[in-house]
């Protein structure tokens, strides 16, 4: 039930539920800094910054997800939206970091009573691989790959679900390279892809084997779209299969759309 003054009763706990969830998988509650960029020179200790959290510009020392609080935000609105529309399929992230993300996805499946969807948490849990700098121009300067930050294992992403009560048989782990794992993906139908690869070659194999299963009115959100590599790999799918999307923009960085219906 909705009133002039918002919404009330379930509706009502609904929302305080998923705002907490935002506020705790961002960290906001606690405020941590973000880690020490080892690949600058900076020296003074950093202290963290709301706007910074807001718009995913820090990588947290703490939090669960690095996206920040935008796109955390609206993340959650394109799950409530395909539940809303009755928009088939599961859900899945492709480089999910710890796991953040998909542990808000997770989050408003419970909140709804959903129980007839599963949401993919698909990594390598071992980082970013080199860039094939030959077969994949676009990616040539991307050494991801040394940021040992960004290999978060298995257990600790699994750890984190169970922390928040969310680690269940609705929750299935992709564990290797997106070329060799995505292909074969049991899910038949998807309502969500969400593209946190940074690579062309991640982009394009995470699209190539993905687009074919997301249902009309599905959404796809390009976390990286800012990085040349990922925009490039999203244009040169779409252009080869002819198809032209609106680009939404959520933030500096990323961007969704919708498939045709």
């Known amino acids: 039930m909705t009133t002039a003054a918002g919404p009330t009763g379930a509706d009502a706990n609904r929302a305080r539920y998923l705002d907490l969830m935002e506020k705790c998988?961002?960290?906001?509650?606690?405020?941590?800094?973000?880690?020490?960029?080892?690949?600058?020179?900076?020296?003074?200790?950093?202290?963290?910054?709301?706007?910074?959290?807001?718009?995913?510009?820090?990588?947290p020392s703490q939090a669960h997800t690095m996206i920040g609080l935008k796109r955390l935000h609206s993340l959650r609105q394109q799950v409530e939206t395909t539940l809303k529309e009755k928009i088939p399929g599961d859900y899945i992230e492709t480089g999910v970091w710890r796991g953040g993300a998909c542990i808000m996805m997770r989050a408003v499946l419970a909140a709804?009573?959903?129980?007839?969807r599963i949401v993919y948490v698909a990594d390598s849990f071992a980082g970013v691989p080199p860039p094939d700098r030959v077969r994949y121009p676009a990616d040539r300067g991307r050494?991801?790959?040394?940021?040992?930050?960004?290999?978060?294992?298995?257990?600790e992403v699994q750890a984190n679900f169970a922390a928040y009560g969310l680690l269940d048989e609705q929750v299935r782990f992709v564990k290797g390279w997106f070329?060799?794992?995505?292909?074969?993906?049991?899910?038949?139908?998807?309502?969500?892809?969400?593209?946190?690869?940074?690579?062309?070659?991640?982009?394009?194999?995470?699209?190539?084997?993905?687009?074919?299963k997301l249902s009309p009115g599905g959404f796809?959100?390009?976390?990286?779209?800012?990085?040349?590599?990922?925009?490039?790999?999203?244009?040169?799918?779409?252009d080869r299969q002819g198809e032209k999307v609106?680009?939404?923009?959520?933030?500096?960085?990323?961007v969704w759309w919708q498939k045709a219906r």
């Open 112 to 116: 709804y009573g959903v129980t007839d």
């Open 246 to 254: 609106t680009l939404e923009r959520i933030d500096d960085y990323s």
């Open 220 to 238: 796809v959100v390009v976390d990286d779209y800012a990085l040349r590599s990922s925009r490039t790999a999203v244009h040169d799918y779409l």
């Open 143 to 155: 050494n991801f790959y040394k940021y040992k930050q960004l290999a978060v294992p298995l257990d």
């Open 179 to 212: 070329s060799q794992t995505l292909p074969g993906l049991a899910a038949q139908r998807l309502a969500i892809v969400r593209l946190d690869g940074d690579l062309y070659e991640s982009t394009m194999d995470a699209l190539n084997a993905l687009y074919p």
């Open 25 to 59: 998988l961002t960290n906001l509650i606690y405020g941590d800094p973000p880690m020490r960029p080892k690949w600058t020179h900076i020296l003074r200790k950093q202290e963290f910054s709301l706007a910074a959290r807001e718009s995913g510009k820090d990588w």
